[in-house]
């Protein structure tokens, strides 16, 4: 069974550009959830998606964004990059019960913004 | 009220030792506590959880003790092995739904000595 799979792996990018992220569940899994994790503030949660819906999302800036496609496949875009937006950035799907959820994570997108 | 406070942040313990990670929180409203554990290069995998209602989950050498009344819990690790050098996260789900988001603590880097 795959795993949750992300592209790309590492990207660098300079200060006011823009990226996206994409993250592939596991098969059959229908939530999708975004956190940053960073040295500093640790790891953080973005938002989640279900059924192409956003349910929740983290305290970060609006030039975070992200959505959901009917496969489930979800992208994260990123837009006017700042430094402080360096960071392994990590997906995760699971089954979204109101029970015990195991969270899957990909191994990241590791960005870096020069 | 949405913190979960981790200590300590690293932790060296010798082959055969018993390794302990605690946590607290505030909000009385998490749900569901999970700890994670992450090697270099890797997203973080589901380790053990465990719900508020019950006081200890055993699965193999890894042990969670919850303290209800004073908002604690921790990881107990037995027989340590230099396998499980790697950085342990409790977590929280904020309860209300059902929902991916998790609070994470800000890790414990564990080193087993041989």
């Known amino acids: 069974k795959a795993g949750v799979t992300q592209t790309p792996r590492y990207l660098i990018k300079t200060r006011g550009q823009q990226v996206t992220l994409s993250c592939s569940p596991i098969?059959?899994?229908?939530?999708v959830s975004w956190y940053q994790q960073t040295p500093g503030q640790g790891l953080q949660f973005l938002f989640e998606?279900?059924?192409?819906?956003?349910?929740n999302k983290g305290n970060f800036p609006g030039r975070f964004s992200g959505r959901q496609f009917s496969n489930s496949r979800s992208e994260m875009n990123v837009s006017t990059l700042e430094l402080g937006d360096s960071a392994l950035y990590l997906c995760?799907?699971?089954?979204?019960?109101?029970?015990?959820?195991?969270?899957?994570f990909g191994a990241g997108s590791r960005l870096t913004v020069l | 009220q949405q913190q979960v406070k981790q200590s300590p942040q690293s932790l060296i313990v010798q082959k055969g030792g018993i390794s302990i990670i605690n946590c607290a929180y505030e909000n009385t409203a998490f749900d569901y506590f999970p700890w994670y554990q992450q090697f270099p290069g890797k997203g973080p995998a589901l380790l053990i959880a465990i719900r508020p209602d019950v006081s200890e989950k055993k699965e193999g050498r890894f042990t969670i003790s919850f303290n209800k009344s004073a908002k604690q819990f921790s990881l107990h690790i037995m027989d340590s092995q230099p396998g499980d050098s790697a950085t342990y996260f409790c977590?929280?789900?904020?309860?209300?739904?059902?929902?991916?988001?998790?609070?994470f603590g800000t890790g414990t880097l564990l080193a087993v000595q041989p």
């Open positions: 998606y279900f059924s192409e819906t956003q349910r």
């Open positions: 098969s059959g899994h229908r939530s």
């Open positions: 995760a799907s699971s089954f979204l019960t109101a029970g015990a959820n195991v969270l899957t």
């Open positions: 977590a929280a789900r904020p309860g209300g739904g059902a929902t991916n988001k998790l609070i």
